[in-house]
């Protein structure tokens, strides 16, 4: 039997004082939101105007960005291969694998030396392994030596070859020579062995040899001997002269 001065319904039970007190609290809140003060109207004036300005620039520099992601990219690929070509140089002890030196000579006409290995063995001098010299002459002919072992006067800019020295030239001709000197700033090549030259013109052979890229001419020195090729027999024969007499 249930208490008649404390009525209580079944299956429902009393709010505690903490749930009392927050139904109080929500009840006694204001129900309209607080005006904002001046200083935060300002605020969100200026808010609104760097907005205005930033999204416009950060457009623009997006637009700029897609445009010029090409032209980025073709650097960042030129700067990758770069790298890989400088990862590939080894220094060992002194030692560089796959040097190239390029330059301009005293007549603006580029060069450029590559080699398999290069030794530093001094302030100036550089041995090179297997180098190979690429110039022009005034004409434009291109020229390329090689030879098995070199010294390279960086400073001076004179490289010295031995060892089966070869020349070749665009037109077709190559000489070989024991040895040879190239002063690559005057554009001069000299031989002080024998050569031997094969080419359009025919064999030669000769003690000597000096070439001037600037000038544009070849001596060789003597005795020699040289074959020149007879173009007569590639030439068609001359047909004999026809003369018509007229009759009255």
Same mark, same amino acid.
């Given at each position: 039997m249930n208490d008649l001065g404390n009525p209580t319904e079944p299956g429902r039970q009393e709010p505690s004082a903490a749930a009392a007190r927050r139904r109080m609290s929500v009840q006694q809140a204001p129900s309209h939101r607080r005006p904002p003060t001046e200083s %935060?109207? &300002?605020?969100?004036?200026?808010?609104?105007?760097?907005?205005?300005?930033?999204?416009?620039?950060? =457009?623009?520099?997006?637009?700029?960005?897609? =445009?010029?992601? @090409? %032209?980025?990219?073709?650097?960042?690929?030129?700067? !990758?291969?770069? +790298?890989?070509?400088? &990862?590939?140089?080894?220094?060992?002890?002194?030692?560089?694998?796959? @040097?190239? +030196?390029?330059?301009?000579? &005293?007549?603006? !006409? @580029? +060069?450029?030396?590559? =080699?398999?290995?290069? !030794?530093?063995?001094? @302030? %100036? !001098?550089?041995?090179?392994?297997?180098?190979?010299?690429?110039?022009?002459?005034?004409?434009?002919?291109?020229?390329?030596?090689?030879?098995?072992?070199?010294? +390279?006067?960086?400073?001076?800019e004179l490289l010295d070859l031995s060892g089966h020295v070869t020349f070749y030239r665009d037109d077709g001709t190559i000489m070989t020579s024991p040895t040879a000197g190239i002063d690559v700033r005057r554009g001069i090549i000299l031989s002080d062995d024998w050569v031997h030259a094969e080419g359009p013109f025919g064999v030669l052979d000769a003690q000597g040899t000096l070439m001037s890229q600037r000038d544009g001419i070849v001596q060789f020195r003597g005795p020699g001997r040289m074959i020149l090729n007879d173009d007569r027999a590639a030439r068609p024969a001359t047909p004999p002269a026809t003369t018509s007499q007229g009759h009255s």
């Open positions: %935060e109207q &300002a605020r969100r004036r200026l808010l609104l105007q760097w907005t205005k300005w930033m999204l416009p620039v950060g =457009a623009l520099v997006l637009l700029g960005s897609i =445009a010029a992601w @090409p %032209e980025i990219d073709r650097s960042l690929n030129a700067s !990758r291969v770069a +790298y890989r070509q400088v &990862a590939a140089i080894r220094l060992d002890s002194g030692s560089m694998l796959g @040097p190239r +030196y390029r330059g301009l000579d &005293a007549h603006g !006409r @580029p +060069y450029m030396i590559t =080699a398999e290995t290069a !030794r530093q063995v001094g @302030p %100036e !001098r550089i041995n090179l392994d297997h180098p190979i010299a690429d110039t022009l002459s005034q004409g434009g002919t291109w020229l390329q030596i090689s030879a098995r072992k070199g010294v +390279y006067m960086q400073h001076s």
